[in-house]
């Protein structure tokens, strides 16, 4: 596993002036991400100085090198909600049965709900409706349907940083039969005090394995007295019931260590959100030696690659828990 050599692969002199939105950008970091028509896709949160949040499209023949639309992404019914959004952002983006699903946090009176929105082109969104009753962030759909039900991993916010915003101790799974309406069925992970990951959400779609379905979270320390250290994991999730978690890593797969990871607008962050697995079999499993390109935000202000396999990623979530 290694960083790609070309980091940060995306800074804020790569946003162009989209006016009179965003101008002069001062970040852009937590993408989603998708191949789409042989080409890599990510949805990313960019901000302005006003510190709104607006999100952008980029493109790449190589996943490495990204060119940023020149246009803002309009989510098409968004308007039509009552209460005042403040922000969506955090979006992850899913391919389900050919179809293509974007989930994203949305910052509201009274708290953050999920939105979900579909796409069959990737430049125009519709939304679908708000995917939440409670406070809740890092919601995730399956790429596909697992006993006729629509699957999502969410994180609802019952705790707070010690001086940040609401997050949360548990991954859950939900499931649901219009991808709006979700039922929370089981408790997934929960966060392991005084050690790498004591706060937790989902970072990008799960991927299935021959092994399971593996998942990339991040988890956060916050029993260091002047930061939140982000950092990225590994879990694995039972194939037919993905409610049995049948393996968590030990130790981060990804941690703040370089310059533009430990300083920003966020310091000491990496958050993963988005992944290109590249190969599959026949029958759609992950191939064991197929790469993975793992983005990132790093410190709330750029983006970073992050390149793992798939035999990497399952040999980390293998390894012994902590007691
Ligand atoms: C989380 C979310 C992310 C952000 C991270 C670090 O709570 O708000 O969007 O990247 O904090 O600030």
Redesign the pocket.
Same mark, same amino acid.
């Given at each position: 596993m290694h960083r790609h050599s070309k980091n940060p692969i995306l800074t804020r002199e790569d946003i162009p002036d989209i006016h009179p939105h965003l101008v002069d950008a001062t970040s852009v970091?937590?993408p989603g991400a998708i191949k789409f028509n042989n080409k890599y896709l990510l949805i990313l949160r960019t901000q302005a100085r006003s510190r709104e949040t607006f999100l952008v499209m980029a493109d790449s023949d190589d996943g490495v090198d990204f060119k940023v639309r020149n246009e803002l992404v309009q989510i098409n019914g968004l308007e039509k909600v009552k209460d005042r959004v403040f922000h969506i952002?955090?979006a992850r983006l899913t391919c389900i049965g050919g179809k293509y699903y974007v989930m994203f946090a949305m910052d509201m009176e009274g708290g953050c709900q999920m939105g979900v929105a579909e796409t069959v082109d990737c430049q125009e969104f519709n939304f679908l409706g708000i995917a939440s009753n409670e406070d809740i962030?890092n919601g995730v759909l399956f790429p596909e349907m697992i006993n006729g039900k629509y699957m999502r991993l969410d994180r609802p916010n019952k705790a707070r940083h010690s001086d940040g915003?609401s997050?949360g101790t548990t991954i859950w799974l939900s499931e649901s039969d219009d991808l709006v309406n979700w039922e929370p069925t089981a408790p997934l992970i929960s966060g392991r005090f005084h050690y790498w990951d004591e706060f937790i959400g989902s970072g990008p779609p799960p991927v299935k394995t021959r092994e399971g379905w593996l998942h990339v979270y991040h988890g956060v320390a916050g029993h260091f007295g002047s930061s939140n250290i982000?950092q990225g994991g590994v879990m694995l999730m039972d194939l037919n019931d993905p409610s049995k978690v049948i393996g968590r890593c030990r130790h981060n797969i990804l941690e703040p260590r370089e310059i533009w990871e430990m300083a920003g607008q %966020?310091p000491n %962050?990496c958050?993963p959100s988005g992944w290109v697995v590249e190969e599959f079999d026949d029958e759609g499993f992950a191939k064991a030696d197929s790469e993975v390109k793992i983005y990132y935000?790093a410190a709330?202000s750029v983006v970073g690659l992050y390149i793992s396999t798939i035999r990497e990623l399952l040999e980390a979530a293998r390894e012994p828990e902590i007691i």
């Open positions: 970091f937590n952002y955090d962030r915003p997050s982000y %966020v %962050v958050f935000g709330d």
